[in-house]
């Protein structure tokens, strides 16, 4: 089955820790993306990868990066410079310009 | 910029009836996209509908349809038949044009289907 996944579920991390969570798509999709739900919030889109080896700042790119080295793969790293990191992360896909699907989530807290 | 606002925090509706979930859009692009998602308790994001600025039938899928109203940048979604899996947060996104695939979304709407 085509999909998306994220690990992990759920992630803990202390203060001053880099951490990265990891997204995979089979879609074959060109195009991911990571977005940041706080509570009650929408989402917010952080970095964006059109294809291969190429990516962009979002609305809040601060604080975390990025690599795009394969397409099926596009992982995050927060490092300890993103100042309030515990939300829910959401990676999705697409191809560029069409609807986008969205991965399972993982729950980030900061301990 | 793009921007989306869901002006009902939560709704409220009984089994088997209709809901109707405000959305209303502001851009300056001529061509863009209108999406609906679902959000349950479990965090995913389901998507449910999508309406192009140049459509000009409403989209319909299932029980779900969206009233695309330009001129008053609206794009409302109409859940007809309301089930209890309907309970979740719905947002309303926007993307295309200027932004490409970049979608904004806008707070959400929580809807509880009562039995």
């Known amino acids: 089955d085509g999909g998306i996944t994220q690990s992990p579920k759920y992630l803990f991390r202390k203060e001053g820790q880099n951490v990265t969570l990891s997204c995979e798509q089979n879609?074959?999709?060109?195009?991911m993306y990571w977005y940041r739900q706080d509570p009650g919030q929408g989402l917010r889109l952080i970095y964006y990868?059109?294809?291969?080896?190429?990516?962009q700042k979002g609305d809040i790119a601060e604080g975390y990066s990025v690599s795009r080295e394969k397409k099926e793969s596009f992982p995050l790293t927060v490092t300890s410079a993103q100042k309030n990191p515990t939300a829910f992360y959401l990676c999705?896909?697409?191809?560029?310009?069409?609807?986008?699907?969205f991965g399972p989530g993982t729950r980030l807290t900061v301990l | 910029a793009q921007k989306i606002t869901q002006t009902q925090p939560g709704m409220f509706v009984q089994e088997k009836e209709a809901v109707t979930l405000d959305c209303t859009y502001d851009?300056?692009?001529?061509?863009?996209?209108l999406f609906w998602y679902k959000q349950p308790s479990s965090g995913e994001m389901i998507f449910l509908i999508y309406?192009?600025?140049?459509?000009?039938q409403n989209a319909t899928e299932g029980r779900y349809s969206l009233n695309f109203q330009k001129a008053r940048k609206s794009a409302n979604l109409v859940i007809s038949a309301s089930q209890l899996g309907d309970s979740a947060m719905y947002f309303c996104a926007t993307g295309g044009g200027t932004s490409g695939s970049r979608l904004t979304f806008g707070e959400g709407t929580q809807l509880t289907v009562n039995p």
């Open positions: 999705a896909s697409s191809i560029w310009g069409d609807t986008q699907y």
């Open positions: 879609l074959n999709h060109d195009a």
């Open positions: 990868s059109q294809i291969v080896n190429d990516f």
């Open positions: 851009t300056s692009d001529q061509s863009y996209g």
């Open positions: 309406q192009g600025s140049y459509d000009e």
